[in-house]
């Protein structure tokens, strides 16, 4: 992706930041449970996050006792999520992209960033991680993939011509992959750009996990996510809409969105 296409895609989310708060999907507590176990994380240890959002991953590492610096780009993001973690002590969050943040010398023994590296400049981004890291420190990738299960009803089946009605030939529509498949892809750090030789062997855990929603609902989730954003306006509400209403007719006002968390950690490279 190209940088400039990366920035503004990036900024898509600080436009609702309220909404992404309330629609997007958390990460389970198992996820941080194996991060803790694999790390060695406790309550001395210091924690970056980039790319914090409105704090959703925040809380749970701030839960877990130890320091957490969390840098989000999004002024709008970040006021929100100082204002859900105000009752945290051990959090400090930075309006900042990663690639231009002060770190003013501090050093990490985690870093993570919870469905947001992909946003950051790898030519960048990696360099920063390592460097940013106490030897032996630890980078964790967090994601939600969306997936479907055969035989389940399953909303972009169901809407396929309302999208090519109203948004033709997006390459964006399809179905989610199937479940079984994105199991299979347990090895190394996912769609992003790999680091080279900065970071050891990755580790890779799989956490199933589902929302339910009604068709108003399911159309707010689609209206905080980037590809349903990034249309204009006059597009983008008239077919959610139209597949809210198609939900509350046909499915039983009813759907489900199922995910698989996952969560990719590897050792910083000496």
């Known amino acids: 992706m190209a940088e400039a296409d990366r920035r503004d895609l990036g900024r898509v989310f600080n436009e609702v930041p309220e909404l992404y708060d309330r629609v997007r999907p958390s990460y389970p507590d198992e996820l941080f449970a194996d991060l803790v176990t694999i790390t ?140 079984g498949d994105v199991r299979t892809t347990d090895e190394g750090w996912g769609l992003v750009d790999d680091p080279g030789g900065l970071f050891g062997p990755t580790i890779v855990r799989w956490y199933p996990t589902v929302q339910w929603f009604n068709g108003d609902g399911f159309a707010d989730l689609l209206r905080s996510t980037s590809l349903y954003r990034r249309l204009d306006r006059d597009v983008r509400e008239p077919l959610l809409d139209a597949i809210a209403e198609r939900i509350r007719t046909r499915i039983g006002d009813r759907v489900s969105r199922r995910y698989l968390s996952v969560l990719r950690v590897g050792q910083r490279a000496e």
């Open 40 to 179: 060695g994380m406790d309550k001395r240890s210091s924690v970056l996050e980039v790319g914090c959002g409105t704090g959703q991953a925040t809380r749970s590492l701030a839960a877990l006792g130890c320091s957490v610096t969390a840098v989000e780009p999004g002024a709008g993001m970040a006021a929100l999520a100082r204002q859900r973690l105000a009752t945290f002590g051990n959090v400090d969050v930075e309006t900042s992209t990663f690639e231009t943040w002060d770190d003013d010398g501090r050093r990490f023994d985690v870093m993570v960033a919870a469905s947001a590296w992909h946003w950051v400049d790898p030519s960048i981004g990696w360099r920063r991680a390592h460097d940013v890291l106490y030897p032996g420190g630890w980078m964790a990738l967090l994601g939600n993939v969306v997936v479907r299960r055969p035989g389940e009803p399953e909303v972009y089946a169901e809407t396929a011509d309302l999208h090519e009605r109203f948004s033709p030939g997006n390459p964006g529509w399809g179905h989610p992959p199937l479940e």
